[in-house]
């Protein structure tokens, strides 16, 4: 298994435009997570799906951002408009519920700078 | 709703030497605990769980861990530290639902 894949691994955007960032979970895995990892925050919860249907919501932190989960092999993430702030390295991962037992598998991760 | 703090930004320990990464966590009910690593430019590897059952438990990579209840603390440990040690160590916790919190990350450094 290839592991979880995200896209693109580094994104380079001007303030105000959209930025879409993609995940690819582990085959099988029916639970899926949006992490933020800055310096001063640490690793945050952005969003959680459960077999395509988002469960919490509460870490995403405003309007401009949004997740969708289509089917089981795909997920984006979604910053319309970006600001400078938004910058920080995004992960995915996925794991096979109950996740307590199986632990996360998280992808590479994908660096957004917005300038 | 849960929470996990890791005192030290920053440990430093010399190759050969036993290695301590310090967390504590708080939580409503029992807890559910974890340790992840962090390589450069790569995203975060399992390396042990405590669920339930003895309280010291065994990982990867020769890590284990000691869940201490009365203190809330589940320090993660290796008797012989490696040069490839040197990484981010993250601790996490659940309250037995889906959402596992982390904390903000201990630097490792091991020196040769």
């Known amino acids: 298994d290839a592991g979880v894949i995200q896209s693109p691994r580094h994104e380079v955007t001007e303030m105000g435009q959209e930025v879409t960032l993609r995940c690819k979970p582990i085959s099988g895995h029916n639970s899926l997570f949006w992490y933020r990892q800055t310096m001063m925050r640490g690793l945050e919860l952005l969003i959680y799906?459960?077999?395509?249907?988002?469960?919490?919501d509460s870490g995403m932190p405003e309007d401009r951002f949004s997740a969708k989960m289509p089917n089981a092999s795909f997920s984006t993430l979604k910053i319309q408009p970006s600001e400078p702030r938004d910058s920080a390295v995004y992960f995915c991962?996925?794991?096979?519920?109950?996740?307590?037992?199986?632990?996360?598998?998280f992808g590479s991760g994908t660096r957004l700078t917005v300038v | 709703a849960q929470s996990v703090a890791q005192p030290e930004d920053q440990v430093n320990v010399a190759e050969g030497n036993p290695l301590t990464v310090k967390c504590t966590y708080s939580v409503s009910g029992n807890p559910y605990l974890f340790w992840y690593v962090q390589y450069p430019n790569r995203g975060l590897q399992f390396l042990l769980k405590y669920i339930t059952g003895d309280n010291l438990v065994k990982g990867s990579y020769g890590f284990e861990a000691e869940f201490n209840k009365s203190q809330t603390s589940f320090h993660l440990k290796k008797p012989s530290a490696l040069v490839s040690d040197s990484a981010l160590y993250f601790c996490?916790?659940?309250?037995?639902?889906?959402?596992?919190?982390f904390g903000k990350g201990t630097r490792l450094h091991i020196l040769p």
């Open positions: 996490a916790v659940s309250e037995g639902d889906d959402k596992i919190i």
């Open positions: 799906f459960n077999n395509n249907v988002p469960i919490d």
């Open positions: 991962a996925s794991s096979l519920r109950p996740e307590l037992f199986y632990g996360y598998t």
